[in-house]
Structures are given as C-alpha cells and as structure tokens.
C-alpha cells in the first residue's frame, strides 16, 4: 500500500506497506531505505496472456489473475496516469525525520489491464467499484542513498 505526497514540490511515493517474498530483499530494503517490506509468501505463473498470483503474510491473502488488455502507452502529462506514475522519489521517516531517496526511471510503458480477483483479505478498508488497472511488462529503476531532509 502507497498514498502520493510532495514535499517542497517534490512528488513522490510514501508507502504503508510492502511485500517480498526474499528475506534478504526484506532486510535490505528496511535496513538500507526504512522501507516498511514484510516477508510474505508469494507465487505466481505464467498462463497462455495471464499472470497468476497469489501473496499471503499472517494469515492474510490476495489471491488474482491479470493480464494486459490494450495498446502500450506512454501516460500524459496532465492525466490520472502521469500523476501515478511520474514520481522520482521516495518518502520514509527515520529517528523521526522526514527522508528522501531520489529515482531515476524512464516514463511508464503502460496498458491498460484486466483482472480476476478472487480473494483479498490484506486490504485494511473495503475496496468497492470498478478497479483502475494498468499493466507495465518491466521497468527499470535507478535509485540513489537516503538523505535526511
């Protein structure tokens, strides 16, 4: 889970919670950038255009499938998109100060997508109404050491 902030009008990303299925990945990340990773127990396979996962950690579960279901596409400056995608940095809090990590990534290579929930008790709120997917096939990121702000 992530929500969008700026600080000093830099847009970025604030996240609540991540998962990863690698300890290692877990402890790096909440030791080198205090990110907030958990270990959780992830799967997922490839079938025919469909992507199966599946993610538990204490007792929770998001359980789908997902593919894309349009052209590839660069988000637009000025749409839902762009705003969601063109962040080039990160927020974290540390010995009670506000921290940033700056990111450099190419623009967003997106599609729009389609999915088939099946179970998700890790949402802490009731998610109602039609999702707003994207798909991206890969993208790389560059990203540079903390610094206390």
């Known amino acids: ?5 700026t600080d000093e009008g830099r847009p970025g990303i604030w996240f ?14 909440r030791l080198v950038y205090r990110l ?3 270990r959780a127990s992830i ?3 490839r079938r025919g255009g469909w992507v199966d996962y599946a993610s538990t950690r204490d007792g929770a579960l998001l359980d789908l499938s997902y593919r894309p279901a349009g052209p590839v596409t660069p988000p637009e400056p000025g749409t839902l998109e762009h705003f969601l995608t063109e962040r080039y940095c990160l927020y974290t809090e540390h010995d009670e100060r506000l921290h940033r990590a700056d990111i450099h990534h190419l623009p967003w290579q997106l599609q729009a ?29 560059v990203i540079w050491p903390l610094e206390a702000l």
């Open 16 to 29: 609540f919670s991540l998962d990863a299925d690698s300890p290692w990945a877990v402890a790096a990340a």
């Open 113 to 141: 997508a389609e999915a088939e929930l099946r179970a998700n008790t890790m949402s802490p709120v009731p998610l109602d109404g039609e999702p707003l997917l994207h798909f991206s096939g890969r993208q790389d990121v």
């Open 36 to 38: 907030p990773y958990h």
């Open 43 to 45: 799967a997922f396979a």
């Open 1 to 5: 889970m992530r929500t969008y902030v």
